[in-house]
């Protein structure tokens, strides 16, 4: 958890700033292009809290009925109130970790429903990076991907500490951003600011995650 810097406070207070909503706020837009360019995706869609964000994103990935298969000890499972469940209709299914915090592929593998309907369909997988102060090796994050399109499975990234994994890994965010469709960065982590996110994705899914942010409250 960090604060913002004086230099942060007066840069707020002087900032040119519009209606988020209309998409008339010159330096929401600016910062949602910086963030989509610098990991080399399409769009960015500015959140008011990292919950929102990673909500947003599943319900632009699944419909109801549909799961998402995440790590049982990863934010979106433990620490978001079963929010996809309960506003979406979404289910989670949760998988062991390894211990370098990473999802390996044997148990993603294992975790995707057969094609019956007495289960929900598999749709997404849900990564993160950094897990508990740890980051998480491209080459697994890379894997994971990997075995979710074995399966048509989208790939979404809590990358709340985004920016702590990839100066652990020395690698560009573009590198790690890679490992997945959409990506979740967290503004107030490391870079200090008071609040918000940013949800980095490909273009044709922007309207409808913008669509699903004015449900879930809004810009």
């Known amino acids: 958890v960090t604060k913002p810097s004086a230099g942060m406070r007066s840069a707020m207070a002087d900032a040119e700033v519009g209606d988020d909503v209309y998409g008339d706020d010159p330096s929401i837009n600016r910062l ?13 869609i500015f959140m008011t809290s990292g919950t929102q964000s ?3 994103a599943i319900l632009t990935h699944c419909a109801r009925g549909e799961e998402v298969i995440v790590g049982n000890q990863y934010h979106v499972f433990i620490d978001e109130a079963a929010g996809a469940s309960v506003l979406g209709g979404v289910a989670l299914a949760p998988i062991d970790i390894d211990t370098d915090k990473s999802l390996n592929s044997e148990k993603i593998s294992a975790a995707v429903k057969p094609d019956d309907p007495h289960c929900p369909i598999s749709k997404l997988l849900s990564m993160e990076n950094t897990v508990s102060g740890k980051a998480i090796p491209l080459k697994k994050m890379q894997q994971a991907k990997e075995t979710a399109r074995k399966f048509s499975l989208s790939t979404h990234l809590d990358g709340a500490r985004f920016f702590n994994a990839t100066t652990e890994l020395n690698c560009s965010a573009a590198d790690l951003s890679d490992c997945a469709d959409t990506v979740s960065v967290c503004l107030s982590k490391g870079l200090g600011s008071p609040a918000g996110s940013v949800l980095a994705l490909p273009k044709e899914l922007s309207n409808k995650a913008r669509r699903w942010r004015k449900m879930l409250g809004g810009a």
């Open 32 to 44: 949602e292009k910086i963030v989509a360019e610098r990991l080399g995706k399409e769009s960015g």
């Open 54 to 56: 990673n909500l947003s």
